[in-house]
């Protein structure tokens, strides 16, 4: 089988190592283990061997290529015994003097034309290769756990890489079944920086109490089709690992505000609720199933009121129409009468504004998120403000209920839980093609292979429409008065023209 690098070496035999190095085999190379822990490295071999044997059990390799694999694999016990490999890859700890001191060591051992490799998450490519006699060679290659089934990897050049290392990196990726995606080296490189959107505005939501973490989890599955919540996902990764990276993205970019961590998060990790793997987080864990708390009950209520419709609520036909069909009694006067719920459906104001900027009575005034199609949602969103009399929100609810889609309901905020989220997401999106971090393709693929998403964050937007994504954060700048939701000249311009966000300038 041939293949871009023929010996390759990984430094590191930890998760991320040996999932390199499984499928660095699995593409052909000869593959040397080098671990400061000699067991590490026995443990590791063992453990691929085990890894191959039940992949052919399996049926997804042959005994043949199982076997092939395996004798692959060499066991280096010092850093020299590297001196053959015509590319080098590390996956040590987190720590750039470590990292430094490494690739010191291996430039004085390898050949000329050998690549060294940094699998870094979070350090600069090029602050690692300083110091370095060739500092063109080295280049980030960072790879997502488990590396075997995350098919993508980030290509990265530091400020003096030389382009045709990270084309051979690239073609070594894809020697292996992944998709590279081309980088430029600034903080969090692109999946962990375009990432930042999703788990940082939901933290936001919580901490202003507007909706628990069950319910903002539930909203973002059933309205964009994230196959998890927020804080599912971040009991899955664990706050030991993803808060200290919400840190170290906010202080590399200087406090940006678009990227500003919570104290909920830090808290939590100070006092131990990491997440799954200790069984409490957002969620407490019993035989590693989440204790989800129930759904409340939509409510009875004996008789509903007429329902009455601004004019600048959001898709107002689709809405008159979906309060049709729940046999709802609309009224269509300029003004609603004294016993009229009043239905507002505003993008990125809360319902508070839009209640005392068209003088209408709060008491009887509910939102609705009308971001997204009714039918394209598995759940509607309803949001009271301070105002809201109970029985009008119970009339609402059961309402929009009476179809059997789940309906949640939550208190005041600007742009509900799915605008606030999905205008964050896209914003960051926006503003990594600005500073030309990665094409926009690159950065849909990314974002999409390496987080899971349903739509890259452009698609997202263009789902949604670029003049809306625009209306939503200028309107959310207006209401918290935060520079975070201030857009990016890069989707203004592109919402002021109408464009696409996945157009592709000439």
């Known amino acids: 089988m041939e293949t871009t690098f023929q010996q390759v070496g990984v430094v590191g035999v930890g998760a991320m190592g040996r999932g390199i190095a499984q499928i660095a085999a699995q593409a052909g190379s000869t593959v040397w283990l080098f671990d400061t822990q000699p067991a590490a490295i026995e443990a590791a071999i063992a453990a691929l061997n085990d890894t191959w044997q039940k992949l052919a059990a399996k049926g997804k390799l042959s005994a043949e290529q199982a076997q092939a694999c395996s004798a692959r694999l060499r066991a280096a016990h010092a850093v020299a015994d590297l001196a053959g490999c015509d590319m080098v890859i590390e996956a040590v700890v987190e720590r750039l003097e470590v990292k430094k001191s490494l690739f010191a060591q291996l430039e004085s051992v390898v050949g000329e034309g050998a690549v060294l490799a940094t699998n870094t998450s979070s350090l600069s490519v090029t602050a690692i290769a300083q110091g370095l006699t060739h500092p063109q060679r080295l280049a980030g290659f960072h790879f997502f756990n488990p590396v075997p089934l995350m098919k993508v990897v980030e290509v990265i050049a530091g400020l003096k890489t030389a382009p045709e290392v990270c084309q051979q990196l690239a073609a070594f990726a894809k020697a292996m079944g992944h998709t590279p995606v081309m980088a430029q080296d600034t903080p969090g490189f692109i999946v962990n920086h375009a990432g930042r959107g999703y788990g940082t505005e939901a933290l936001r939501i919580v901490g202003e109490q507007v909706a628990d973490f069950a319910t903002i989890d539930r909203i973002l599955k059933d309205q964009m089709g994230f196959k998890l919540g927020p804080f599912e996902l ?3 990764t664990a706050l030991d690992v993803s808060h200290p990276v919400m ?24 006092g131990g609720m990491l997440g799954k793997k200790v069984g409490e987080g957002f969620y407490r864990y019993v035989d590693g199933q989440a204790q989800v708390p129930p759904e409340p009950a939509a409510p009875q209520v004996a008789a509903l009121p007429p329902v009455w419709v601004p004019a600048r609520a959001a898709r107002r036909a689709e ?67 301070p105002a809201t009399r109970p029985d009008m929100r119970d009339a609402a609810h059961a309402l929009f209920a009476k179809d059997g889609k789940a309906v949640s309901v939550i208190k005041d905020s600007g742009g509900f839980v799915t605008q606030r989220v999905v205008a964050t997401i896209v914003n960051i999106a926006s503003d990594i093609c600005q500073q030309g971090i990665c094409t ?3 950065l849909e693929t990314a974002v999409t292979l390496g987080l899971g998403y349903p739509l890259g964050p452009l698609a997202m937007g263009d789902r949604i429409g670029p003049t809306n994504m625009l209306e939503i954060l200028f309107n959310l700048q207006t209401v918290y008065g935060d520079t975070r939701y201030r857009p990016s000249p890069w989707l203004r311009r592109r919402g002021a023209l109408g464009l696409s966000l996945t157009h592709v300038e000439a």
């Not at 840190?247 to 590399?252: G, L, P, R, T």
């Not at 505000?257 to 100070?270: D, F, G, H, K």
């Not at 016993?339 to 459906?345: E, G, H, M, S």
């Open 234 to 236: 971040m009991d899955l």
């Open 247 to 270: 840190e170290s993205i906010y202080h590399q970019y200087y406090e940006e505000a678009r990227y500003r961590p919570s104290v909920i998060t830090a808290q939590r990790l100070a």
């Open 319 to 385: 809405l008159y129409q979906l309060l049709k069909d729940l046999g709802a009694t609309i009224e269509t006067a300029q003004q609603p009468s004294d016993k009229a719920l009043i239905l507002v459906a505003p993008l990125g104001h809360d319902v508070t504004t839009v209640a005392a900027v068209e003088r209408l009575d709060a008491s009887r005034t509910v939102g609705i998120d009308m971001m997204l199609p009714d039918a394209a949602v598995k759940r509607r969103v309803l949001a009271t403000n």
């Open 440 to 442: 926009p393709q690159d």
